[in-house]
């Protein structure tokens, strides 16, 4: 039943082949439940393990979803994990009106404010730890902690990179036909499942939960400007977490660290998607970061 603001889903609210498709799961986390959390113009998908521990929201990057972090909340014992689909991404609005990092940044406080009491650890990936640190220099009385997998600042992005970005999505065959037919376009590697993983069936085949020219102009507002003003603002103590094999190069890392306030780095291997491939190493920086306690901060 949808009320004015907020909707919980339950397994049993699902039609009827995705509850076929999901019984499993539903069964080994029967406290899982699913939110659309209503944001300015956009339903935002919300996963919730449920759980009494302190609250972890996690958020994906461009063109991911909050699927792919299944894995990381899982093996986040003791806490009440909950990951959001951002706008135009996963099962959240597809085409919403405005894809600004101010959009975003309502969305997070959103979430929070209608699911959580009391401040959150934040993870986030790529555009989800940019969009991460922005709602740690807005609302600081929202956020005990972070944690940012291969983020940055933003402002590095081109006109070219976008439009290249646009075409690489447009060149995919869609509908795909089945998973066997994705694989052979998008791979077998970590990020080529995930993306497969998360493909919608519909009638004709299986479509991605995301629009090409979306994502390149919710990018572009990434790409914009360099948000160091915003990162020096941040007080929360973060874990910036960077690959061996991402996005960002020795230069970049060490001005990233030594710019902000509490700021510990941890290197590990993998690629920009980290979480997906090189995930004990991910979970091995995450949990004790995550354990410290407070006063262990200054």
């Known amino acids: 039943m949808w009320l004015a603001e907020h909707r919980s889903v339950t397994t049993g609210d699902r039609p009827r082949a995705m509850r076929a498709a999901s019984s499993l799961l539903t069964l080994q986390n029967w406290s899982m439940r699913q939110h659309i ?3 300015g113009d956009a339903e935002l998908h919300v ?3 449920g759980g009494a521990g302190t ?3 996690i958020l994906h990057g461009l063109a991911g979803s909050s699927t792919e972090f299944e894995a990381t909340a899982s093996a986040l014992d003791g806490h009440r994990v909950l990951r959001i689909d951002a706008r135009g991404h996963g099962r959240s609005t597809r085409h919403p009106s405005d894809v600004s990092r101010e959009a975003h940044v309502s969305d997070v406080v959103r979430v929070i404010e209608q699911l959580v009491v009391g401040p959150v650890s934040l993870i986030g990936q790529s555009m989800g730890g940019h969009t991460a640190m922005l709602v740690a220099a807005a609302r600081p009385d929202l ?3 972070m944690v940012l997998l291969e983020a940055g600042v933003g402002g590095d ?3 070219s990179s976008r439009a290249a970005m646009r075409e690489f999505f447009r060149s995919w065959p869609i509908p795909f036909e089945n998973p066997a037919h994705a694989r052979t376009v998008l791979g077998d590697d970590s990020l080529g499942r995930a993306w497969i993983a998360d493909l919608e069936p519909r009638a004709d085949g299986l479509w991605p939960r995301f629009d090409a020219d979306v994502m390149a102009e919710t990018i572009e507002h990434v790409d914009s400007s360099p948000r160091w003003a915003e990162w020096e603002r941040v007080v929360a103590p973060t874990l ?3 690959a061996t094999d991402g996005m960002f190069d020795d230069q970049a890392k060490t001005e990233f660290v030594g710019r ?3 700021v510990r780095r941890a290197d590990i291997s993998g ?3 980290a979480h997906l491939d090189a995930f004990d190493e991910w979970m091995g920086a995450v949990l004790p970061f995550l354990r410290l306690p407070l006063s262990a901060f200054p």
Do not use: K, L, Q
Request: hydrophobic share 45%; no cysteine.
């Open 37 to 39: 959390v209503v944001s």
């Open 47 to 49: 996963v919730d393990h």
């Open 55 to 57: 609250p972890v929201v």
């Open 143 to 145: 956020i005990e902690r």
């Open 157 to 159: 992005g081109t006109a």
């Open 240 to 242: 910036a977490v960077f």
């Open 260 to 262: 902000g306030n509490w």
């Open 271 to 273: 690629s920009h998607d």
